[in-house]
């Protein structure tokens, strides 16, 4: 499931900010961890291991274009069986967008969250 978030801003910053790969990784890992404690039917694959292999199941990747540049953040994640996996996506692909936006200094006009269900597992 491949659905793109649009974010506009009318401001325009002056200067260069960076952040690092790492810590936008674990900024990610972070808000979804902070989404999933009031939805606890969602989980990433790796969540079980230490958090470091549970950095493994967020993927970034930015792409610049000629006006703007665009933030793939790829999450491999488990959502239990009964759960509309699509409206349940949509709420945490804009929840991480808001959250990016808002909390960071990632200079970007486009986030596109991808959420991959790996595997859905059957709770009785």
């Not at 808001?98 to 200079?107: F, K, P, W």
């Amino acid at each position: 499931m491949k659905k793109n978030v649009h974010i506009l801003s009318h401001e325009k910053s002056k200067g260069d900010v960076s952040i690092s790969i790492k810590a936008l990784r674990q900024y990610v890992y972070h808000l979804f961890k902070e989404w999933t404690s009031t939805n606890p039917f969602l989980r990433l694959v790796n969540e079980d291991q230490r958090l470091k292999d549970s950095l493994s199941s967020v993927k970034l990747r930015f792409c610049g274009g000629e006006e703007k540049e665009k933030l793939s953040i790829t999450l491999e994640v488990v959502i239990e069986d009964g759960y509309p996996i699509h409206s349940v996506c949509r709420k945490l692909q804009v929840y991480m967008a808001d959250h990016l936006y808002d909390m960071t200094s990632v200079a970007v006009q486009e986030v596109n969250v991808r959420v991959v269900s790996c595997n859905v597992r059957n709770v009785r």
